[in-house]
């Protein structure tokens, strides 16, 4: 038995905020540490007013990486099969370190 549960990155486009919260819950019942963006963009955007700077994207984004780093691996929550720029970028960065990648919608 290990040390410490499995700690799992879920990374993808913020616009599918319930399906990373659903993949969230599912992993945290499943005894997993869960990192997962803090701030959903696209969620926020639909906000009267509120948005980000490109600042604090570019700050959010690096801060993602961190969390891969930390993961035991990776899973990439795309219905419908989509991987915007920065979840390609994510996907790049985890591969490169060595971290399991699936998707919760292989096709």
Avoid: W
């Avoid at 993949?23 to 009267?48: K, M, Q, S």
């Amino acid at each position: 038995m290990p040390d410490r549960p499995e700690i799992v990155c879920i990374c993808g486009s913020t616009r599918f905020v319930d399906e990373m919260s659903a993949a969230n819950r599912e992993l945290t019942f499943a005894g997993a540490i869960v990192l997962a963006p803090g701030v959903f963009v696209h969620a926020e955007e639909r906000d009267a007013g509120r948005s980000i700077t490109d600042e604090q994207k570019t700050a959010l984004d690096a801060l993602h990486l961190r969390k891969i780093d930390l993961a035991d691996r990776v899973l990439v929550v795309n219905p419908g099969g989509y991987i915007g720029e920065s979840t390609s970028r994510e996907i790049a960065h985890a591969r490169a370190t060595g971290k399991p990648v699936s998707f919760t919608d292989p096709g």
